[in-house]
């Protein structure tokens, strides 16, 4: 058992360092290739996409696991049944994309195209929770590691080969087709009852148990996607990439420190009293006061961060480095957000913890016409200001639901 646990913990890590790898490299591809103002449609259009795909998904996915694993009698419908689920939901969401992209002012047809790539994301993850909920992380890891590269690199190739930036977004989408068509199939016939009827009350089950775990997984949606979409409603063109390209940067750095802090989830789970609860925060802290010397060491090091992000992207790019080694102070907080999320999963105190979330993004949006309006740096002051608020207001939520 030690050693499967092992063998999944090799695969997860390496699945997660593609993904890393390859989405940064694709990203840096795109930028050089078509320029600064391109990249920023791409961006905001991205993650208005991811903001409305995670609402639309509900974590179907994680609930599936999560059913599968508890030998729920109605196992077999499952698939099917979260399946239309999730299209329903989809439907639902490319209606309400009209007017959101309006308000923000992003790309409609890139924000659909991807919104369409997201969703179809998540079906394979529904379909790989097959393997998951047997605990087997090997098989999945290695079909997403797989999807990653076709998906990362031949999106790069045509990006070389001067396809237009349309073009490579629905590559992308129908490399997440294939690959759900490949995840579905490789689930045992006898394990999947797949036919052209659904039942309401497995169809109920699935929507009330996500309802409730969406709620964190939106939340951290928000923390890492929000900045981007607020940008585009007071920048546009290469100022716009520019901006983009630094808050990226941002959630790379702050992504690789949400996977460590990951790894004590568990042991929370497992927390009976308050001194075990305290327990884990004060190794958590650890990991907040480390985090405060990234953005100074970035900060110490901008010149040199400079001449490798315009060497990599192009001239358009010079200020990247300057804005990061400012926006990157952002990262502690984001950190201690994050903290507080994993805390109130496990806890199960996420309404509330929600609720504050939804509080600080709105509040967010006059933060950045606060900002805007007094023009002393407003980009910049509206990130950090937006994610000490948003961190403010989880500690506040946790203590509250702790006490």
Known sequence: ???????????????QLTLLIVNFFLITIISRV???????EYASSKSLSVLIGTAAALSIALVVTKMLAQNNPNSKELFRNAYTLIIRNLIVALVILVPISLLFNTNLSMTALFLLGFI?????HIALAYYQAKGDFVTSSKQIILRTIIYGVGASVLVLQDFSIYSIIIFQ????????????VSIPKKDNNFNSESDKHVKDEIQGSGKKMVLTTFSSALISELDIVLLGLFYAGPTLGVLAWSRRILEIIFQLLAASLDILFPELAKAQSSKDVNDVRSKLRKVFLFSF?????????RGFAGDIFTSLLGAEFVDVSSYTSWIMFALPVMVWSRINIIFSRALNFEIRLTNSVLFGSCAS???????HYIGFNPAILSIVISQILISILTTYSFKR???
């Open 120 to 124: 179809f994301n998540e079906m394979i």
């Open 401 to 403: 639901s702790h006490e």
């Open 1 to 15: 058992m030690i050693k499967n646990w092992k063998k999944n913990t090799v695969y997860i890590s390496i699945m």
């Open 34 to 40: 078509y320029g600064a103002e391109i990249y920023g």
């Open 365 to 371: 949006i006059a933060i950045y016409y606060l900002m």
């Open 173 to 184: 989408v129908l490399t997440l087709i294939t690959f759900f068509i490949v995840a579905h």
């Open 293 to 301: 010397s990234i953005p100074i060491l970035f900060f110490i090091f």
